[in-house]
């Protein structure tokens, strides 16, 4: 606590580069834009590093009041600890590997400056929520990421479809933003306080809280965090949001923003610890979401949609590991998440950038030939999210999987459906391999442009990542994954989890059932798209049902669409539309303009132009005020009164 | 003092004076309204100016005080003023228009 590490360094850089670049990005010259905008990031990330020395954890630094009413006060308070370091490493290192890659994709595009404007902005936003220290700056940062997504999601806005997404990622944002608001009232009116760590202390004094009001604020917390983190029920923005530029999906689709909402439910893990009802619905909605997008996933042929759907899926697995209480898995698993899925997205940029423009799989393939550097990345990435050892998603999932594993009878089933998932997650990432890279070259793959450098020097370190970031997760002593390194080092943030540290022979055998299941989905996938050629066909003939109920993302959207959107369309145009808008709000107008009006014709005649009936009307004017002044108002009313009483015959 | 002169005084009450002013106000008032050339119209300003000038004069004497009768004297000052803009006005606008009914004079362009 001694030493001032400057907090605000972290988020101010960005927002700098933000400022240079979407004040003054369209005058100067493009090299420039590229310094500032890679600068930005640079520095944030430096500043992290040299605040990264454990020992002054947790480092509170408060910049002002922001609301001092009755018994609430908030500050801008940003907190620096385990949690928050971790993110911040994981946002602004993979961050500004994507801001070098971004310079390589994004070179011939309109709107360069722009991009990396909200590029820096979104990073501004982000390090904010990160770094908050109470729910209401989270919420800011919410909110600013929020809106950068929504900005680069609809970058190539003269596109309809790219607006479109920008919206509806938007709008159903704002559905789980409610919940968050909601929960940081209820918040208030229960504890008197935004912050974590008071919350936490309030808490932890009175065992009293348990369930009732605890878990209301924790399901609206949840709400907040499905919207942001693309679950079950709100999960739907997150297919759409791939209109963005590749590199954009890599890092808020990806990598960071959607990560947002388990960073949140870790953050604020006090309260559902106190509430196992709202645990198991996390747990719930996680495993559900995992086992739903993966079976979307299967079918898709865009390649950025197998990814979208295969992030929602992985989201679903940290939800998962929230619910299991293992949030220190969830985290870890958020970090190989980071660099695995990351290093997809751009390897699929990579190859889309190569193929110009060309986003379906079934008219790619052999492109290993031509790409070798992208497509070893990809065999890196695939691996590693399909949970092979010694790669980091292998680490990160088999601690999921055994800390739900460990949740008594229901938590067996969910390990199930965790299991049948990274089976599938398998699969699917193998078809695309397969499909991508591998077998004859079909439509525009003969033809591919050069991958620039810029584009494979962040390919390359997030590969590398991808290979050995799972490792942080190894205890040194006993050489094998029990969590005690991650745990150990978020534990003064999330708390210690006791008795699960020493079955290391449970971990073992699920470990290699798990395995046992990415293999088996690979041994599927190779049957499927390298053996049998017309197997897929005869499947998809076979299973025609299915397959159309999956290709169509299981009806969902029409499903809001009908009983959500057409409601709401239909409430508006009549209620709003007709009644408020047009007969209260029209209305109302009317009538002023039409008091305005009839009061100005019958006044106008006043205004004769003649000298002599102003003068008489000052002159009455006068008369007027002087009786009003001179008459003795109050004895003469009543006498007059009394006289008029009296005249009719009383 | 001449006992006459006293009782002379003592007979002219103060509402007398007023009563007067007042008169003299309302007629020059009518005379503004009900009266189109322009010159009886200046008249009668004059007349309400002199109106007023009695009232003053009236209640200085009443009260014994010097200012209402100062307040007289720059009314007076001011109406000479005024009087001989306003001939020049009057003359400058006969010689334009050739007329001098108020109604005709409703113009602020020549």
């Known amino acids: 606590m001694s030493a001032y590490l400057h907090l605000w360094l972290i988020p101010l850089a960005p927002f700098a580069g933000f400022l240079v670049n979407g004040l003054f990005g369209r005058r100067l010259p493009k090299w420039l834009v590229t310094a500032v905008a890679l600068l930005a990031p640079l520095a944030s990330f430096s500043a992290v590093l040299c605040d990264s020395s454990g020992d002054l954890l947790p480092h509170v630094e408060t910049f002002g009041q922001w609301i001092n009413a009755g018994l609430l006060h908030i500050d801008f308070s940003f907190v620096l600890d385990q949690l928050s370091l971790t993110m911040l ?69 003269k596109k309809q479809s790219a607006a479109d997404a920008g919206k509806k990622a938007f709008i159903v944002n704002r559905i789980g933003d409610v919940g968050f608001l909601i929960g940081m009232f209820l918040l ?69 923003m959607v990560t947002a909402g388990v960073y949140m439910i870790a953050r604020n893990h006090v309260l559902f610890d106190h509430s ?7 747990a719930v909605i996680g495993a559900a979401t995992a086992l739903f997008a993966a079976t979307i996933a299967l079918v898709q042929t865009d390649i950025k949609r197998v990814l979208a759907y295969s992030t929602i899926s992985q989201l679903g697995y940290m939800f998962l590991g929230c619910g299991a209480a293992a949030y220190s898995a969830a985290i870890f698993h958020l970090v190989t998440h980071a660099f695995f899925k990351a290093l997809l997205f751009l390897a699929a940029g990579a190859v889309i950038h190569a193929l110009g423009g060309e986003q379906d799989l079934r ?67 193998f078809r695309l391999w397969y499909m991508a890279f591998l077998g004859e070259p079909r439509g525009e793959s003969a033809h591919t442009h050069p991958t620039p450098f810029s584009m494979l020097a962040p390919l390359t370190i997030l590969a590398l990542l991808s290979i050995g970031g799972g490792w942080i997760g190894i205890d040194r002593v006993s050489g094998w994954i029990n969590m005690e390194r991650v745990s150990g080092f978020l534990a003064p943030v999330l708390g210690a989890r006791g008795a699960d540290a020493g079955n290391v022979q449970l971990e073992l055998i699920l470990s290699v059932i798990a395995v046992g299941a990415a293999l088996f989905g690979w041994l599927l996938a190779h049957v499927f798209y390298r053996q049998d050629s017309t197997l897929p066909e005869d499947t998809r003939a076979a299973l025609s049902g299915g397959y159309k109920i999956l290709t169509n993302k299981y009806y969902v959207d029409e499903i809001y669409g009908a009983t959500v959107v057409k409601p709401l369309m239909g409430i508006s145009g009549l209620v709003l539309e007709v009644i408020v808008d047009y007969g209260i709000l029209g209305g109302l107008a009317w009538l002023l303009t039409g008091i305005a009006t009839l009061t100005g014709a ?22 007027a005020l002087l009786l009003f002044v ?21 | 003092m001449n006992p006459l002169y006293a009782q002379f005084q003592q007979e002219v009450p103060l509402s007398w004076y007023l009563a007067l002013s007042a008169a003299l106000f309302s007629l020059g008032v009518v005379g503004f309204i009900v009266k189109r050339n322009l010159i009886t119209v200046f008249m009668s300003i004059e007349l309400m100016l002199n109106a007023v000038n ?13 200012k209402g009768q100062i307040f007289v004297f720059f009314v007076m000052m001011v109406a000479a003023a005024e009087a001989a803009v306003g001939l020049a006005i009057i003359i400058a606008v006969f010689r334009a228009r050739a007329t001098l009914a108020v109604d005709r004079i409703d113009r602020m362009s020549l």
Not at chain 1, 198 to 212: H, Y
Request: glycine content about 10%; charged content about 10%; hydrophobic content about 55%.
């Open chain 2, 54 to 66: 009695l009232s003053f004069v009236t209640f200085a004497h009443q009260w014994h005080a010097v």
């Open chain 1, 188 to 256: 208030v009116a229960n504890f008197g306080t935004l912050t974590f760590t008071e919350i936490a202390a309030k808490l932890g004094q009175d065992p009293g809280w348990q369930g009732g009001v605890v878990t209301v604020i924790a399901l609206c917390l949840l709400l907040g965090a499905t919207g942001k983190s693309a679950q079950i029920p709100l999960y739907i923005w997150l297919p759409d949001a791939m209109e963005g530029p590749t590199p954009v999906s890599a890092l808020i689709h990806a990598a960071t």
């Open chain 1, 363 to 429: 008219k790619m393939g052999g492109l290993w030939k031509k790409m070798p550097v992208t497509f070893a990345v990809t065999t890196a990435g695939v691996l590693a999210i399909a949970g092979f050892f010694p790669f980091a998603g292998f680490f990160s999932k088999d601690a999921i999987l055994y800390a739900v594993f460990q949740q008594g009878v229901n938590g067996k089933i969910l390990w199930g459906v965790g299991l049948l998932t990274a089976l599938l997650t398998s699969f699917y990432m």
């Open chain 1, 602 to 623: 019958v006044l106008q005649r006043w205004q004769s132009g003649n000298i002599r009936a102003y003068a008489a009307w000052v002159a009455a004017g006068a008369a």
């Open chain 1, 630 to 650: 001179l008459v003795p108002w109050q004895t003469v009313w009543p006498q007059s009164l009394e006289f008029v009483w009296k005249m009719a015959g009383h």
């Open chain 1, 89 to 157: 490493l994981v946002v602004t290192g993979v961050g500004f590997l994507i801001h070098i890659y971004s310079v390589g994709y994004m070179k011939h595009e309109e709107g360069y400056a722009r991009y990396f404007s909200y590029l820096n902005l979104f990073l501004f936003f982000m390090t904010v929520l990160v770094l908050a220290g109470n729910a209401l700056v989270m919420f800011v940062g919410w909110e600013g990421v929020g809106l950068a997504s929504y900005l680069l999601i609809g970058f190539y806005f």
């Open chain 1, 276 to 282: 196992p009802f709202a645990l198991s619905v996390v």
